[in-house]
């Protein structure tokens, strides 16, 4: 079935670094690619998205890339900051469907 | 304040005991979906709909039931609860399921 793998599962940097989370989907007819935050005791939010008809989308320090070919996608975040700290998740849509596979999450810590 | 409601937070109860978790959103969504979180599975979909009276099932949806009368408000039904449906369970919603979704903050069940 559809699969969804993240990486890495936790992931802690300097406060003032960069992270990267990286997503690989498995169904090739997949076109929407949300990434989500959640905050202990929260919902997940959703911080960017980006549809299979770009490569890239950036919104201040957060951006996302897709890379169709090698059916992956990632989270980028520069300039780290403590608020920064939480689970982020990554999913993905089929095409033509309205079911979401959700990758298992990553908890990221800014040290500071 | 647009927002996704659940309710309980917090909720203990014993197998077999019929339960419902409600969820109303106030953003006039179409779509709305039930997940639930176990750690190191991430977030799993139970059921979906795309609007009124429609409903389909997700990836896990064995021992749930669902119910749309109304555009605003998605229940979540447990029949005859059992310990393996022990979970957070998040509802979230989307103008169209073709978009990011608002999650609520989720319910908290354990089942003894």
């Known amino acids: 079935g559809e699969n969804v793998e993240q990486h890495p599962s936790t992931l802690s940097v300097q406060e003032g670094d960069s992270a990267v989370i990286k997503c690989t989907y498995s169904?090739?007819?997949?076109?929407?690619f949300p990434w989500y935050k959640q905050e202990l005791g929260k919902g997940p939010q959703l911080i960017i998205d980006i549809r299979s008809n770009v490569g890239e989308k950036k919104d201040q320090r957060i951006a996302v890339t897709l890379n169709k070919t090698a059916k992956h996608f990632s989270l980028h975040i520069t300039e780290t900051q403590p608020e920064d700290s939480a689970v982020y998740f990554c999913?993905?849509?089929?095409?033509?469907?309205?079911?979401?596979?959700f990758g298992t999450g990553t908890r990221l810590k800014v040290l500071a | 304040e647009a927002q996704v409601t659940q309710n309980p937070r917090y909720l203990i109860t014993v197998t077999g005991k019929k339960l419902t978790v409600t969820c109303s959103q106030n953003?006039?969504?179409?779509?709305m979906s039930w997940y639930r979180q176990d750690p190191g599975l991430g977030l799993r979909q139970i059921y979906y709909s795309m609007n009124v009276e429609v409903t389909d099932k997700g990836d896990v949806p064995e021992g749930y039931k669902v119910s749309r009368k109304e555009k605003r408000n998605f229940p979540l039904i447990l029949e005859s609860p059992s310990p393996n449906q022990t979970s957070l369970y998040f509802c979230a919603s989307s103008p169209t399921g073709f978009t990011g979704y608002t999650f609520g903050s989720g319910t908290r069940l354990t089942v003894v």
């Open positions: 953003m006039n969504h179409e779509y």
């Open positions: 999913a993905a849509k089929t095409s033509g469907t309205y079911k979401y596979i």
């Open positions: 169904d090739s007819a997949s076109n929407y």
